[in-house]
Every structure is written in C-alpha cells, then in structure tokens.
C-alpha cells in the first residue's frame, strides 16, 4: 500500500510543480520592467528553465514508479524516488514562482501563494523525504549484492 500512497503523492508533487511553472511563464510574460516582459531578463528565463526541466524528470519518475507498479513489480525504491524528487521539484518550484511573482506572489489573489503552502507539507507526508532517501539506499544495496 505505500508504494501506490508514494506515488499518489509524487503525482501532487507533479501537480504542484507543473501549476508553479504554468502560472510562472504566464505572469512573467504579462509583468513588465525596463520596457519589456520580465521573461526577457535572463535571470528569469534561468528560472523557468529550471523548473520546466525539473517538473519533467518529476513526470517521468513518477510514471516510471506507476508503471511498474500497475505490472505488479516491486516498485519500493521507484516510488521513493519519484515521491523524494516530485515533492522536492514541488517545493523549489513553488519557492521559485514566489520569486518570479515577488511581492504580488505573497497575496492571497495569487495562485502561487496556495501552492507555496502547500508544497511543504508534501515532503512529510508518506514518509518523509529522509525516509525516502533511507528506502533508497537500502533497496540499492539489496538489489546489487557485493
């Protein structure tokens, strides 16, 4: 049952994530400064590079752990790996968006104030990132034997 709870909740993680950079790419193409659309500084575009390839390698994780998981394979080590990395991708993508909003991020007419609270409490959740990380490393070593 935790494998399919794992992967539930990388799949929020997903969610998040891909929400973060959504309302990201479209606030930075409205908000202007210097003249032009903050999605033209490069410092913003780093950013959304960033969490565009973060949210997709959440994606692919996660899907690899449901995959697995819907042919009956063990898929313990997987579903850590995509709920350890989905809700950290969820985390710093939402921490990023806040930084790409900037003061108008931290209202409550923003969507990005809501997945900025949410994010957190998804890497407690199911086990904790460090249990995760503990899983792991455990099913790592138990799968290649000396």
Known sequence: GL???RI????RGVGIAQAALD??????????????P?????????KLADMATRTEAARLLTQRAAEMYDRGVRCDMEAGM???FAT??????????????????YST?????RLYRDAPLLVIGEGTNELQRIIIARQLVQRNPA
């Open 82 to 84: 995509a709920k350890l």
């Open 38 to 46: 903050i999605a033209q500084h490069q410092a913003i575009q780093l």
């Open 8 to 11: 539930n909740v990388a799949s």
């Open 23 to 36: 309302e990201s790419v479209r606030y930075a193409q409205l908000r202007k400064t210097f003249g032009k």
């Open 109 to 113: 007419d923003a969507p990005v104030e």
């Open 88 to 105: 950290e991708a969820a985390l710093e993508n939402a921490t990023e968006a806040m930084r790409v909003h900037g003061g108008y991020g």
């Open 3 to 5: 494998e399919l709870d």
